[in-house]
Every structure is written in structure tokens, then in C-alpha cells.
């Protein structure tokens, strides 16, 4: 065991963790982040996506360890008090949950799409999201509640002058 | 507090975190066979999930600061270090010259796992539908290795001796990968895959020089135990890129490409493929 320290939605967090923890079990069972879902336990659906410094990262996929000294964010930490962000919103106005346990990674990764590309493409958001999966099959809500954001936005003058 | 299933949970390990090649070297020559290097972890974390290994001690080399280096070296080429990862590989034009190496590596899974995956993690895991394999051999890539003894250099084709099975000894581990100048290399990757990130045929086509100094490498993944090259196709081509000669590239692959029977794919659906990407790549880069 050794004690790490890791700053989990912009709180420091103190803990004893093994070697050989993973960060996913970290975030869930040390810190009771249940946001962060287990499910395929080898990288493939993407549901314990966290931020970990500057990057999206699958958690079952990183050792607890490899967070000590780092920030780590997950769709708790993105949200506003007691309201819910633009792409919060739409997820609800679109229908874009079904059974609602893929949604803090997905709600996660376009969020953070969203601001790295307030305009995305299609194209792009199946690339940025192609890591995650949805077994109730929301994919064109989803896309719809991100287009609903990214047209609400104000362009800016050189995207118009593209687009025109 | 027990977490999980028995089948996701880790082997017990002592983790390492060495602050440079020193004393990543000096963990390497205490452990020996018993140390695993980890660089992304993606590999080497499945692997043990299934316990398909079980060191004794990781060794994660993420910031040890000689293997977090892109370089020129003159007269050589790109030095790319062991612990870049593959996403920031494909920012800012790093691989500018090297499209088939740039094309496989963006389409490796998903840009989660290539924030974390590294091109050395991805050589090392030597598994046959792995994509940067082709890639590296196609540009005549190397290998560099550090020991305590010292270091030595070896070609991609020769690293990767069979399935999971690389030339690294217990205490040796990889430094960098060293992509030689492409002085005007067209090249171009191509793969096909069934719904899943694993590739079920993959090519790799480099096209060095002109005239009759021209040279071609025509290299293919996830058809067999290890990357093969198509010298029949390379000299299909040899005189250029026209209609006819592509045909009969593929044609040629198709018949002399040895093709595995496996749980993805039968060998007679991967020949059909092998003819198919030949024909897609080739084009492709005829109308570049």
C-alpha cells in the first residue's frame, strides 16, 4: 500500500491504494464516484471515462498510482451547481438517455468535445466519441443534442466567412 | 475491501515510477524476467487482466525524460521516443513525409486509448492485426535498444521474431523507434476491419525514388502470424503506377500472400481482402 494523492473535481483527495489498483476501482469504491462505470473492464465501452490531466482516458484501463499528483475530472466536476450545462440540457431535451448508464461518459466526452470544437462535424463526433458505446442505441439523440448546443452557439467571423 | 470480479482484477505487482533511463536501466538489471516495462499501459494492463502475464514488478516509464523525446537525427532520420504517445505522434505534423505510418496510427482504437497508447507499446505487443507493424517495416524503421551493456539497433522485420515474440532480452528495453529520411517517400496504409478495431488485412505500401532506382515496399498485417512482404506485387509496380500494373499488384497478392484460417476471418475471405485493399491503396495513391 501507499498513500496517493489526487485531486478528483478540484478537491484533494488523500488515500491508501495497492500497486495494482486500478483507477477505476479507486474512483468507485475508495471515493464512492459512481459516475465512473464498470462494464467491460478491458478498454472497449469507454463508461469509466475520466479526464486525468489534459486527456480523456478509459479508468480500467489506468492504474491508481499513475493519478497520484494529477487532476482527474469526472461528469460531477463539469457540473455547475445545481444547474445542469448546455449539453446536460439538451441530453434531457432530446431524449439522448435510455436507460441512463452510459450517460455520465458520454455527456462527459462531448462536453469536453465541445469545448476543444464548439462546432464539430459529424465526422468528428463520431471520431471523438468512436471509444464510447450506447446498448440502448441513443447514438442520433445524442448526435441531435450535440448539433442543438453547437448551432446555439454564436460562430465565430472566420467560420462564417467559410461557411459562406 | 475486495473490488470487482475475480478476472479484473491485477496480479500483485510493485509499481516503479523511474525518473530516467538510469535508473529505469538499474530496475531492469535488478528484476530481470521478473520486470514488465509499461509505457501507456493499455497492453500491458489487459494482458495481465487475463493473466496472460504476471510480472512481479512494473516499471512504468512515462517520465523518464530520454524516452519522451521526437529528434532529427541527421543524416539519420526521426528518432521517435519509447513513451510519446500516439496522439501527441499525430499532432503537429511529427510525421509529415511518413502518411502510411501517420494513416495506421490514426486509426489505432479510439483517441482515449491513443492519449495513453504509445507507436513503441503498439510495435512490442507484436500481436498479428496490431497496424504499426506493416507501417514501420514498409519505411525500413528500426528499433533502439538500451541495455546495461551498452545499445544496439535492429530493423522492425527482424524484431518481431513471431506472434508475441519480440528480440528485447530480460534487462534490455526499448528506447525509440527510428524512422529513416523518406527523401520524397509516397506512401499510404490501408485496412479492413469487420465492425471491430481489429484489423482483419492491413497493408503497407512505400514508394522510395524514381526511374529505375525506384524502390517498393509492399507490406501486410493481420493476415498471418507476422507481418509479410508481397515481393511479386512490389514488382508489379515497380514501373509505375498504371491501371494495369495495380491489377496486376493485387491480382498478385491475392494469389501469394499467405493467408491464415482464424477466428475472425477464414484465409479464403482474407485473400479476397489482401485484392481489395491492394487495389483501394494503390489507387488512391495514384491520384495523390
Redesign the interface.
Known sequence: MREITVRVNGQERKRLV?????LL?FLR??LEVRSVK?AC???EC?LC?VKLGD????S????A??ADGKEVETVEGITPDGELTPIQKAFVSHGAAQCGFCTPAWVLATHELLQANPHPSEAELT??T??LVCRCGTYNQIREAVEEVSQARPRLAKENLASS | ?S??SP?????????H?PKSLDEALALLKEHGEEAKVMGG??GL??F??ERLMSPAH?I?V?EVPELRQVRHVPGKGLSIGAAVSI?ELLEGGTLRGYAVLEEALARV?????R??ATLAGNLCEAIPWVDSPPALIALGASVEIAGTGGTREVPVSGFIRGPVDIDLNPGEIVTGIMLPDPKGTLSAFEKFTAGSEFSLASVAVALAGGGRKRSVAMVYGAVSSTPVRCAEAEQAVADGLTPANVRRAADMASEKVECVDDVLASAAYRRHLVKVITTRVLRRMMSA
Open positions: 495497492k500497486d495494482n489498483e486500478l476501482d469504491e475508495r464498470a473492464w478491458r478498454g469507454g471515462t486527456h480523456l482516458v478509459k480500467c484501463l489506468v492504474l498510482v499513475e471520431e471523438a468512436s471509444g | 475491501m473490488f470487482g478476472y479484473v482484477t491485477l496480479p500483485d505487482f510493485a509499481y515510477r499501459g493499455v494492463i489487459a495481465m487482466k512494473v512504468d512515462k496522439k482504437a479510439d483517441p482515449m486509448i492519449s495513453r
